[in-house]
C-alpha cells in the first residue's frame, strides 16, 4: 500500500525495508517471490499504469508526464514504457486520443 501511494517519489528497496524495520535483502527476495518481480520492477510497473492513464486522460506531453511520475529523464521513460508496453507513449496517446 505505501508502495501505490508513493510511487512518484524517488524510491529505493533499502531505504523502505529500514522503514518497516527489514532486512533489505531478506525484503527484496520475499518481495520477488510474492509479486513475482523485482521492486525496481514493480516501481516501475506502477508508474507505467499511472503513465496510461495520464496518457489517455490528459493532454500533458510525455516529458510532463515522465517528470510528474518521478523520472528525471524523459528518454529514460520512453525506454522503460516502450520495454514494459511494447509501444511507446505517444503511440499509446495518439491511439486513444485519435
Known sequence: RYMQEHYREKMQLQELAQRFNLNAVYFGQQFKRELGCSFNDYVHRLRIEEAQKLLRRTDMKVAEIAAFLGYHDSDY???????LTGELPSVYKSRWQG
Open 77 to 83: 521513460f520512453t525506454n522503460k514504457y516502450k520495454t
